[in-house]
């Protein structure tokens, strides 16, 4: 056998043996002990046939394994759950994603990391830890970025669909609908993250939040300063007694102006967007078809080929 993939085989049991050792600790110290021990295993070896037993072993079966989370929140800030959160409802709560959830993908993700980066370095053994290192944090905070990157998503579709839905509710306003009822029909006949949101304003409001309540709530699940005027210009004018189809109505207008506005900025901005790619990959073929030819006449004459 050659040093080589000696060299390959201690690495792969070193990893093996740094795994094991981690997901025997982490188990042990997660385990129960005393009254609520024996109780878990009362509850293991003498399950009760019901329907809630039945879902919840299967969430337990759909769970990613406890160490991970241990080990992802031994290595992460103490508000890392609260921040987790966050970003999932900025991100619209996908359904079976939750933030223990996370933490146990980053936990996992670390080991299989660390584990790529030191079979990448097997054949330079002094930069295998390194490898390890910075392919451990990758994994580390891809699980954060993919959810960063999906709230970012879903806070521009809600900027998008803004304008259009309160159109929407100035036309039902304006038609003798009430307030509630025009943000029922803009749920119901629009499709995206706005309409979800207000579905959830409206399911907040019929189990006995105020108006306000609701509206401030929705605000706080989003990023969007248009919406945090529009939803402060509703609650201040319930408040004044101002007439709601006024303020939909000059929300709309507001909200058209700054849609126009958005799209001049964007168009103002392809053309220093466009110049990096003109640049390097335009220019030299026009410049090899304009000077080419002289380039070649002049050797001709120069060296008289």
Request: net charge positive; glycine share 8%.
């Amino acid at each position: 056998m050659t040093g080589s993939a000696l060299l390959l085989v201690g690495a792969v049991s070193f990893c093996a043996g740094a795994f094991l050792l981690v997901f025997v600790a982490l188990s042990r110290r997660s385990q129960p002990r005393g009254v609520a021990g024996a109780l878990a295993s009362i509850e293991r070896h003498y399950p009760q046939p019901t329907a809630a037993t039945s879902l919840q072993t299967a969430d337990r079966a759909a769970a990613l394994p406890g160490w991970a989370k241990s080990l992802a929140v031994r290595l992460s800030p103490a508000d890392a759950a609260g921040s987790l959160q966050r970003r999932l409802d900025l991100a619209g709560n996908p359904a079976g994603w939750t933030a223990d959830r996370i933490l146990a993908l980053k936990g996992i993700a670390i080991l299989i990391g660390a584990a790529v980066g030191v079979l990448f370095g097997v054949h330079q053994p002094a930069l295998a830890l390194v490898y390890a290192a910075i392919a451990g944090a990758c994994g580390f905070f891809l699980p954060e970025v993919l959810l960063y990157n999906a709230g970012i998503k879903r806070q521009a579709q809600i900027l998008s669909a803004l304008p259009d839905a309160l159109d929407m509710m100035t036309v039902c306003v304006e038609a003798g609908l009430g307030f509630d009822g025009a943000l029922a029909q803009v749920a119901r006949n629009t499709k995206g993250p706005l309409a979800e949101e207000f579905a959830r304003t409206l399911q907040e409001m019929q189990i006995g939040l105020s108006r306000a309540q609701a509206l401030r709530g929705m605000v706080a699940r989003t990023t969007v300063p248009e919406l945090r005027s529009f939803v402060g210009a509703l609650v201040q004018a319930s408040e004044l007694g101002i007439p709601v189809a006024r303020v939909l109505r000059e929300q709309s207008s507001e909200m058209r102006i700054r849609r126009r506005q958005r799209a001049e900025e964007r168009a103002q901005k392809v053309p220093v967007k466009i110049m990096f790619p003109l640049v390097t990959c335009l220019f030299p073929a026009l410049l090899v078809i304009i000077i080419g030819p002289g380039v070649i006449s002049i050797a001709h004459s120069l060296f008289g080929h």
